[in-house]
């Protein structure tokens, strides 16, 4: 297993996506990445503006987004289209053969509408890895393309689903596990985990599952970022080679050479 | 070259997108059709009521439709998003592998910023049907897969572009017929080109060069059909095996019988 071939997958969040000249940047380092590679790309605060330009209300529960119609209409049109077009467009004229994807193209993520319990999420897309087809995704690659997925999946019964982005980067990173060697890195505001919140330069180099549980336990954590840490250790449990959290500046410099933020082993 | 495999490209307009029910029977029957296909979707009065939403201000010069910043941010959204994103959805759950594409996405439809002239049209694209990546398709559809395509392309530096989706369609059939046999059939609001406007069943069933001249020449042809008929003749000239213009409804219905419709050749 060791001779596979190396891929990396980077995800971008709102805060990268935000700031035109930040994402320029970000998408000259992306493009300069060698090797195949894919990007999924979160959803960034211009979905909540368009909507309020749009007159449509943000609905909440205990403090958690609900998709309704509008808001999956919303998110199809601002992530689906706008974003993830004006990304493709910027990485072709950099050289990078992108294609935009949701998971409902290629039937490539099909997901669940999530079930409603206490709480009914509207139209959440719950991905189950072993359903990703990482065979047709390979042939993507196979070709030269660079794969570029919007957080949307699909229901296979022709529906749209809003999917968390983490989730999809790390469905794909496990699903290609099958055939590469995973790199999966999660670019966010920060530099990598902290220590300690108020010292942004507190990072974590190294966090494995004993030295998580200790953490937890001692409260040091953001509460945040739990569910990040928490789905890049059953990443590497389940065969992604290695993940890393940090900050879009830091992470796609020296990838060859010893990284910036936080390793995930 | 007679034994090249069938190819069929349908185009379908507003009409068919404006109505839910019409577009899913309209994506049921497509989704039927035999062998390789491309489907190229227009863009519908969505993304006007979209925009009268957003307050985007429509602008006209001498009639004509002028993408300003504003109307290509939301021709992005609307028919690279949520109505590709649709159309994509449904077809998967109709059994049909369809993957939604720009002519950004794997640069497969390069195209030029209109030049000002007298007018200014603002983001509006010309595609060079010669620079149309037709091996790059021709890989898509030999794993398996639909191209749908929004009328959209892109200027190969960093901007994306809207183009006509009539002119999408015959560049794709231009490039196409290289490797296959290409049928592309128009669909439209009405049965086929009508000898009288009036008469919504006097359809002509065979135009060739020279009956258009000579229909020109009468002004039997209502000027809106001038520009549809002319890309037809010169698809048929350059090499697309047939061009059919008609209703959707009947075009999809005996594809292997004498179609109803107006047969350009």
Same mark, same amino acid.
């Given at each position: 297993m060791t001779d596979r071939e190396k891929l990396s997958i980077i995800k971008i969040g709102g805060n990268v996506l935000d700031d035109a000249?930040?994402?320029? =940047?970000?998408?000259?380092?992306?493009a300069c990445v060698e090797g195949k590679k894919v990007l999924v790309h979160g959803g960034g605060k211009i979905a909540s503006r368009m909507g309020e330009k749009l007159g449509f209300e943000a609905k909440y529960v205990d403090g958690r987004r609900i998709t309704d119609d509008e808001t999956m209409d919303l998110v199809t049109m601002v992530y689906g289209g706008l974003v993830n077009k004006?990304?493709?467009?910027?990485?072709?004229?950099?050289?990078?053969?992108? /294609?935009? #994807? %949701?998971? +409902?193209? $290629?039937?490539?993520?099909?997901?669940t509408k999530r079930p409603v319990k206490t709480i009914?999420?509207?139209? =959440?897309?719950?991905?189950?890895?072993?359903?990703?087809?990482?065979?047709?995704?390979?042939?993507?690659?196979?070709?030269?393309? %660079?794969?570029?997925?919007?957080?949307? %999946?699909?229901? %296979?019964?022709?529906?749209?689903l809003n999917t968390n982005a983490d989730t999809i980067a790390s469905s794909l990173?496990? $699903?290609?596990? $099958?055939?590469?060697? /995973?790199? #999966?890195?999660?670019?966010?505001?920060?530099?990598?985990?902290?220590?300690?919140? @108020?010292?942004?330069?507190?990072?974590?180099?190294r966090i494995d599952r004993p030295t998580f549980d =200790?953490?937890?336990?001692?409260? +040091?954590?953001?509460?945040?970022?739990?569910?990040?840490? @928490?789905?890049?250790? #059953? +990443?590497?449990?389940?065969? /992604?080679?290695?993940?890393?959290?940090?900050?879009?500046?830091?992470?796609l410099e020296n990838l060859t050479e010893d990284v910036l933020g936080t390793i995930i082993e």
């Open positions: 000249a930040n994402l320029k =940047a970000f998408l000259q380092r992306f004006q990304v493709v467009s910027a990485l072709q004229a950099m050289g990078c053969n992108a /294609v935009g #994807l %949701t998971g +409902a193209d $290629a039937n490539i993520m099909p997901a009914d999420y509207g139209w =959440a897309g719950d991905i189950d890895a072993a359903a990703v087809d990482a065979k047709m995704l390979k042939s993507f690659l196979d070709i030269g393309l %660079t794969p570029v997925f919007a957080p949307l %999946t699909h229901d %296979t019964m022709g529906h749209m990173a496990l $699903a290609l596990s $099958a055939f590469f060697e /995973v790199h #999966l890195m999660y670019c966010f505001e920060k530099k990598g985990v902290l220590q300690s919140v @108020e010292d942004e330069n507190s990072v974590v180099r =200790a953490m937890k336990a001692t409260g +040091a954590l953001h509460s945040g970022i739990l569910p990040k840490i @928490e789905n890049a250790l #059953l +990443a590497i449990e389940k065969g /992604v080679a290695r993940v890393i959290i940090g900050h879009a500046d830091d992470l």
